[in-house]
């Protein structure tokens, strides 16, 4: 396969759904009921949105999976990767029908031609509507329920080596867009603006969809989720560019902080190149202690006492990172607590920021990968700052 194919070829979907039932097995889930999202996607390589007619990829312990669909999606659902592989059959139910029941009625066939007992759970996907929650709890009564991501974070958190290559093509193709945008114009735009061109260039470098386009300017930025408003981007402020999508349903997320000088050529107060001389330390640290084996938490850790040590600490005010992949915040989390040992194939950001309430906010934030001897860094547009000139 080479470097820039976007396909994730059909075997790899068998090979999920073995490690996916053997996992089932070591946890001792009765059967997974998968709707539309993240884990389906994984697993069977369809993609769709989620809607109030019920649709799920029903995987009991043992004996064939069903994909439940209603009529009008069957001819889509037989074109799933999984399905054409035919590790799963398409199961459809008319508008009339009650689809609760079926996949309840489904799931008593396999249980009474497997002997599977009654307690054992069953695993509900976590992007689940409510609704299809509650009424497979009605057509189930006593069944016990229970997050599917028990099952699926152990599988979706280690990357395969398509998934490596659809993320780091998703990475440089944000680093074009931040390269893009760092090249002007800037001032007397607004943020609204400049978000919307960021947008486009994540579409015009091969993303599929743009998810999020945050641009903080001047004290905006002190606020990390800022939404980009219709503020005048001045000379003598800086920016904080946080920008990401998907391509081929892999996610994009990188941040650059930026200095708009102008044509004056405003330099930054010291303050400001201090702390961007600390958070770059503080990133560049924490991908440095990325190995197999280190607790997660670890990550923050070394982050947060670096920015801690410059005196900054209570301005740092989130974790250090998330997981990507399939969704742009996954497991593992680089937070306090998070002890689980990182291991090759994990795809996590290392985002440390300092937010100065109505001043600026100064984060960078690159995607990594772990690999056997330490950090693959997906990002690699650079780290110094950039001073824009119009
Ligand atoms: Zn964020
Ligand atoms: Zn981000
Ligand atoms: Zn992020």
């Known amino acids: 396969m080479n470097e820039t194919s976007r396909n994730i070829p059909d075997q790899r979907y068998g090979e999920r759904l073995t490690a996916c039932r053997q996992t089932m097995v070591e946890r001792e889930f009765a059967a997974l009921f998968i709707g539309v999202g993240p884990d389906l996607r994984y697993l069977t390589g369809f993609v769709g949105e ?31 990767p999984l399905v054409r592989a035919g590790h799963a059959e398409v199961t459809p139910f008319e508008e009339t029908d009650d689809a609760p029941a079926l996949v309840a009625d489904l799931l008593a066939h396999r249980q009474l031609s497997t002997g599977r007992a009654a307690w054992e759970p069953i695993g509900l996907s976590d992007r689940l509507w409510a609704m299809h929650v509650l009424q497979m709890q009605a057509a189930l009564p006593g069944r016990k329920f229970e997050r599917a991501s028990v099952v699926m974070r152990d599988l979706r958190q280690v990357k395969d080596a398509d998934e490596a290559r659809l993320l780091a093509l998703a990475a440089a193709a944000a680093d074009r867009t931040v390269d893009g945008i760092a090249a002007g114009p800037l001032v007397g735009r607004t943020e609204a603006d400049v978000s919307r061109e960021i947008r486009r260039r994540l579409i015009d470098e091969g993303h599929d969809l743009a998810d999020f386009a945050i641009v903080g300017s001047g004290p905006n930025g002190a606020s990390p989720h800022h939404d980009a408003t219709e503020r005048t981007i ?28 102008g044509e004056d050529s405003i330099a930054p107060q010291p303050e400001f190149g201090l702390v961007y001389a600390l958070v770059r330390d503080a990133q560049a640290r924490a991908t440095s202690a990325v190995a197999p084996g280190v607790p997660a938490e670890q990550i923050d850790a070394v982050a947060r006492a670096t920015i801690t040590s410059g005196g900054y600490g209570e301005f740092f005010t989130h974790r250090v990172g998330h997981g990507i992949g399939l969704e742009v915040h996954e497991d593992p989390y680089m937070v306090a607590g998070n002890t689980a040992p990182l291991a090759p194939g994990m795809a996590f950001s290392v985002e440390p920021g300092v937010y100065l309430p109505g001043r600026w906010g100064v984060r960078l934030e690159n995607i990594v990968m772990c690999a056997p001897d330490g950090a693959t860094v997906l990002n690699r547009s650079s780290l110094d700052l950039r001073v824009v000139r119009g």
């Open 50 to 80: 989620a809607t109030e007619r019920l649709t799920f990829l029903v995987i009991p312990r043992e004996g064939p999976v069903s994909f439940v669909v209603p009529r009008l999606e069957v001819e889509k659902a037989s074109t799933a």
């Open 234 to 261: 001045a000379a003598g402020e800086s920016i904080v560019l946080d920008l990401g999508g998907t391509l081929a349903g892999y996610a994009s997320d990188t941040t650059r902080t930026i200095w708009v000088a």
